[in-house]
């Protein structure tokens, strides 16, 4: 009897044993693909480079709607070293969700700027100051603003080439638009004025108030056209786009930063404010930056 007994508890440690066993092992490979997955996604928050290079062809000052653009782009030369320095942290969950963008000014992602008081406009606020939020955060005002998808007027591209800046003619300009434009309703991005597969993700909101037909209908009324605002004639009514991904906030670090996350030639900086930017005083060219990050300075 003592040995059937032995022999069943041993039975039993064993059927334990492997069940632990069993257990760490899902474990240990859930966590495995749970952080691959997180680094493959191209959606998934940015790595935030602790240690730097002692130099890099390129140093990008704010990674904000224009920043992140140019970093990313200029990360696409395989043998060209990029920094990007960003004074504020990344986005986060509540940024997503365009309903909240109010929610997000005067916070920690905002530099909290206010205009200054001219004695005709902003007159219900204190001292005349309305405030002017600006992005301190990775993707700059594009994950302040409400996301409206609205180019600059034809004309005015136009009169900066006569102004004498060869290139920046609407013509020159649009093929650029095009490029970064993933346009997700079809009946837009078929025209010559709208692209598809780029990084920057475009499309009209999934959800609509019935107030939004309702302002497109009185403009008919009142005698303007129903148009694309970014096609080929910019006056008119339409049914706004934004900077939308399936619903969520699509920004500038979203788009073109974190698909590109893996990059060995990107490194990028969180929580770095840029403080002065060194010129050589023979040559008159940058060199370097200063910049503070988590309260000590650096010198690039």
Not at 103 to 119: I, N, R
């Amino acid at each position: 009897m003592a040995i059937v007994n032995l022999l069943a508890t041993t039975a039993l440690k064993s059927v334990g044993l492997l069940w632990i066993n069993y257990m760490d092992y899902s474990l240990m490979l859930a966590s495995l693909t749970f952080i691959n997955y997180n680094q493959l996604d191209p959606e998934s928050p940015i790595i935030n480079q602790k240690t730097l290079h002692k130099e890099y062809d390129f140093v990008v000052v704010g990674g904000g709607s224009a920043g992140a653009v140019v970093a990313s782009r200029l990360s696409e030369v395989p043998n060209w070293k990029v920094l990007l320095l960003e004074a504020g942290p990344d986005e986060n969950e509540i940024s997503d969700v365009p309903s909240l963008a109010a929610y997000l000014q005067l916070s920690k992602l905002d530099w909290g700027y206010k205009v200054e008081s001219t004695g005709r406009a902003c007159l219900g606020m204190k001292n005349g100051r309305c405030n002017w939020p600006r992005g301190k955060v990775l993707g700059g005002s594009s994950v302040l603003n409400y996301m409206l998808y609205v180019r600059g007027n034809k004309n005015d591209y136009d009169y900066w080439e006569q102004l004498g800046n060869p290139g920046w003619n609407y013509d020159e300009v649009l093929k650029y638009f095009i490029k970064s434009e993933d346009n997700r309703n079809p009946y837009l991005a078929r025209t010559p004025y709208h692209g598809m597969g780029g990084l920057l993700t475009v499309q009209e909101s999934p959800w609509r108030t019935p107030l939004v037909v309702a302002f497109v209908e009185t403009g008919l009324e009142m005698g303007y056209p129903i148009r694309d605002i970014n096609g080929a004639d910019q006056a008119g009514f339409m049914i706004a786009q934004g900077t939308i991904r399936r619903g969520q906030r699509c920004s500038t670090a979203k788009a073109f930063l974190r698909p590109v996350k893996l990059r060995k030639n990107i490194h990028i900086a969180l929580n770095s404010q840029v403080t002065r930017i060194l010129i050589n005083p023979s040559n008159m060219r940058a060199f370097g930056v200063e910049f503070y990050r988590n309260g000590m300075s650096d010198i690039w």
